[in-house]
């Protein structure tokens, strides 16, 4: 089972497009992270949030701890955000559980 | 960057040998956690640490035996590779449980191939 689902899988978008990854979660959480993971595999934090909304220049993302999902979306997205997103919770206990990422490849 | 390094980078053993992987971090973070990444599946936990000498197993801990003799070191043990241990390992670090909305900080990742 998976406590973390992602959608989509696989995004392929041009340049300057507006693009949505989506997170749904089974578990109850503390808080809900964005993850970027460049090729070369490096693993840095985009966002943590437990409710509402943040943004980080032309990152944006959302909660809704009703409906047990967020969203991440890239505004006017470029190559260099051709990455692997991954979507972690913390759950109420000490442990982290992740979606398996959705790969994005922005096409100049 | 948080103060997070692992070595090694990358390891190619044989089948049946040790192999022990190691993190360190500078930021004196209570938690500790070694997780595995394979295509397919999400990063997956294999043994945490909320303390020295505190170590408890995650989902995919077969295999796999922990150390944490210093709050700055955390070691990952394969008593005895085997290939489905080919992965990538990363570590991470996150500060007290009390603030549950800490943040996790990730090392830059240990290639292992078990041949």
């Known amino acids: 089972k998976n406590e973390v689902e992602q959608s989509p899988q696989n995004l392929t978008a041009q340049e300057g497009e507006f693009i949505t990854i989506n997170c749904s979660y089974s578990?109850?959480?503390?808080?809900l992270h964005w993850l970027q993971q460049h090729p070369g595999g490096g693993i840095v934090s985009l966002f943590m949030l437990s409710s509402g909304k943040k943004k980080h220049g032309r990152l944006i993302a959302t909660i809704n701890i009703q409906e047990k999902h967020s969203s991440l979306h890239i505004t006017a997205s470029h190559p260099r955000d051709s990455a692997v997103y991954i979507c972690a919770v913390r759950g109420t206990g000490n442990q982290f559980y992740f979606g398996t990422g959705t790969s994005l490849t922005v096409i100049p | 960057d948080a103060g997070i390094t692992q070595s090694p980078r990358h390891k190619v053993t044989e089948t049946g040998t040790p192999v022990t992987l190691r993190c360190h971090q500078t930021?004196?973070?209570?938690?500790m956690y070694w997780y595995r990444q394979d295509p397919g599946h999400g990063l997956r936990l294999i043994h945490y640490?909320?303390?020295?000498?505190?170590?408890d197993k995650g989902e995919v801990s077969d295999g796999y035996s922990v150390s944490r003799s210093k709050t700055e070191d955390f070691l990952l043990t394969l008593e005895s590779a085997t290939s489905s241990q080919t992965s990538v390992y990363f570590c991470?670090?996150?500060?007290?449980?009390?603030?549950?909305?800490?943040?996790?900080?990730f090392g830059p990742g240990t290639r292992l191939t078990v041949t």
């Open positions: 640490s909320y303390g020295v000498k505190d170590t």
């Open positions: 578990v109850g959480i503390s808080a």
């Open positions: 930021e004196n973070h209570r938690y």
């Open positions: 991470a670090i996150s500060e007290s449980d009390g603030q549950p909305h800490r943040e996790q900080y």
